[in-house]
């Protein structure tokens, strides 16, 4: 095993949470790291004992340092989980408690009946009360009724009353007069029920309001104004918005609207609290908008510029200042401007994305295409350009020099792109281009570093162009374009390149790391020239 000798099996347990390129990437960056300092003490004494030596009495213990840098990583989602269950514990005792005291509530309105059932039987053993009896309940029921289907109308469910649910109620209502409503089980006037059970409804329905007002306190109404960028500002119609609430797994939420014919994206009224919201367009470009806050008591609205049509194909073209050396030997420069995402277990993938600016906001446009992959160009060293082919995943297919069709320009979507990797490849080795799919890293020379360090055109940390960005180390590092020449064997001294002349210096290195990102934009109405100066 190559120094240091730290593998997966270093870190803690595996767990299901955890992102699949995690240990991996830190395993990556942290040898990159031990091997450049362990290169610098190289440079001061050949010795290699004694420069490990040095190195791990600087930095320490690389197996300690690779699970620290896995608990910082995973800390917050153990401590989630940890909090989970402690929520989870607390909800479970809470619904025993619940069960309880139902329990102890139905135990005790079955006493109450009971109760009731007694008085019933005394009051039946009244003869000269049994008229007015009966005419009192009728009169009552039918208060009831009445009250009871104008609130089952209402949008809320019907509180107990008294403690009791309807079911009892009505059978109470139906059976006696007594202790139900606190009165004495003896002959009782119709005018004096009727009273205590509108007065019981009236505070029933004030109760009903108190909690309602209650419940739509804190909500608040969120929508947005979608206008397209044009000089009419017409509303823009058909957009779909997905509002995602920012939270824990109980407290987030995601709702899905469609603009109206007056561009509105109306959600309704919704918690106060931190939001974000994902706009797509009919014909697929997309724009998110992040760190939405909603205040409590206010409405949040928002006006958003759209772009009125989907972006068209213009024709881009290619400018490379060949060294006579370079346009003698007839060599290719190709350009990769897709991104890769990480799968976990070191397997990658690619995609292709552009942007365009549509007001202050960036829009961008999924361009891959399974069948067809996009986002690869060849350029010959007259700056003619091809689409250079790939596989159905993306991969690098060999290629028949006499067989590449080269034209002057090529077609592409309008938008900004970014172009992160550049390799330069003679003739007749583009036969052998596969062999750069299962190329893993490059020695290469980066300004202001002494040395040459480990390039992964694959990793998405190193690659630019992706999201983020950056390592364990020395802070969020942006990356740059990195040309390569993976086939260096019939490069000479000779060909007068500067780029060359760096690379050679160093037998080891592969290529080197621009200061800059290459950043190209294709618009219509203007010469897409896009300059690539290997000299510079």
């Known amino acids: 095993m190559a120094w240091p000798e730290i593998s997966i099996e270093d870190f803690p347990p595996e767990r299901d949470d955890e992102p699949t390129s995690l240990r991996q990437d830190i395993l990556d960056e942290l040898t990159d790291h031990f091997v450049c300092a362990f290169n610098r003490e190289l440079l001061k004494n050949s010795?290699?004992?004694?420069?490990?030596?040095?190195?791990?009495?600087?930095?320490?213990?690389?197996?300690?340092?690779?699970?620290?840098?896995?608990?910082?990583?995973?800390?917050?989602?153990?401590?989630?989980?940890?909090?989970?269950?402690?929520?989870?514990?607390?909800?479970?005792?809470?619904?025993?408690?619940?069960?309880?005291?139902?329990?102890?509530?139905?135990?005790?309105?079955?006493?109450?009946?009971?109760?009731?059932?007694?008085?019933?039987?005394?009051?039946?053993?009244?003869?000269?009360?049994?008229?007015?009896?009966?005419?009192?309940?009728?009169?009552?029921?039918?208060?009831?009724?009445?009250?009871?289907?104008?609130?089952?109308?209402?949008?809320?469910?019907?509180?107990?009353?008294?403690?009791?649910?309807?079911?009892?109620?009505?059978?109470?209502?139906?059976?006696?007069?007594?202790?139900?409503?606190?009165?004495?089980?003896?002959?009782?006037?119709?005018?004096?029920?009727?009273?205590?059970?509108?007065?019981?409804?009236?505070?029933?329905?004030?109760?009903q309001g108190d909690q309602e007002s209650t419940a739509s306190e804190g909500m608040n109404r969120i929508s947005f104004q979608l206008v397209q960028d044009n000089k009419d500002k017409k509303p823009a119609v058909g957009f779909t918005g997905n509002l995602t609430k920012s939270g824990n797994q109980t407290d987030s939420f995601t709702l899905e609207a469609v603009t109206n014919k007056s561009g509105k994206l109306d959600f309704g009224k919704l918690p106060w609290g931190k939001y974000y919201l994902n706009l797509k367009a009919p014909w697929g470009e997309s724009f998110v908008r992040w760190q939405l806050t909603v205040i409590p008591g206010r409405d949040y609205s928002q006006t958003i510029m759209c772009p009125s049509a989907a972006p068209e194909e213009v024709p881009v073209q290619f400018q490379v200042n060949w060294s006579k050396t370079l346009k003698t030997k007839g060599w290719f420069l190709l350009c990769d401007f897709r991104q890769t995402r990480s799968g976990g277990g070191g397997i990658f993938s690619y995609f292709f994305n552009s942007t365009r600016k549509v007001g202050d906001d960036y829009w961008m446009t999924d361009q891959n295409q399974p069948l067809k992959p996009r986002g690869v160009y060849l350029v010959d060293s007259d700056n003619q350009v091809s689409l250079c082919p790939l596989t159905e995943d993306g991969r690098f297919e060999d290629i028949d020099p006499d067989s590449v069709l080269e034209k002057p320009t090529v077609n592409m979507l309008e938008g900004e792109y970014n172009l992160p990797v550049v390799y330069l490849i003679p003739n007749k080795d583009l036969k052998q281009l596969s062999l750069l799919n299962s190329a893993n890293s490059y020695k290469v020379i980066k300004k202001n570093r002494v040395g040459t360090y480990s390039y992964k055109p694959h990793n998405v940390s190193q690659r630019a162009g992706n999201f983020g960005g950056g390592g364990f180390f020395g802070g969020q590092e942006i990356p740059t374009t990195a040309i390569l020449v993976p086939f260096k064997r019939d490069i000479t001294p000779s060909d007068s390149a500067d780029f060359f002349n760096t690379v050679l210096r160093n037998e080891n290195a592969n290529g080197i790391q621009l200061p800059k990102l290459l950043k190209y934009s294709a618009k219509k109405d203007q010469l897409n020239l896009w300059e690539i100066k290997l000299s510079d």
Do not use: H, Y
């Open 47 to 207: 010795d290699e004992r004694l420069a490990q030596e040095r190195v791990i009495k600087q930095f320490g213990d690389p197996v300690k340092i690779a699970r620290q840098l896995w608990f910082d990583a995973m800390k917050e989602r153990i401590m989630s989980q940890r909090i989970m269950t402690g929520i989870s514990a607390v909800m479970a005792v809470c619904c025993i408690a619940v069960v309880g005291i139902a329990w102890i509530l139905m135990r005790d309105s079955q006493l109450v009946n009971r109760q009731m059932l007694d008085q019933l039987a005394v009051i039946a053993d009244r003869p000269q009360a049994d008229s007015t009896v009966v005419k009192s309940l009728q009169s009552t029921n039918e208060a009831i009724v009445r009250e009871l289907r104008i609130l089952a109308e209402s949008q809320r469910p019907l509180q107990p009353l008294n403690g009791m649910g309807m079911s009892e109620m009505m059978g109470t209502v139906g059976g006696g007069v007594g202790g139900g409503f606190g009165m004495a089980a003896k002959p009782a006037e119709p005018s004096n029920i009727n009273q205590q059970i509108l007065k019981q409804l009236e505070q029933l329905n004030q109760k």
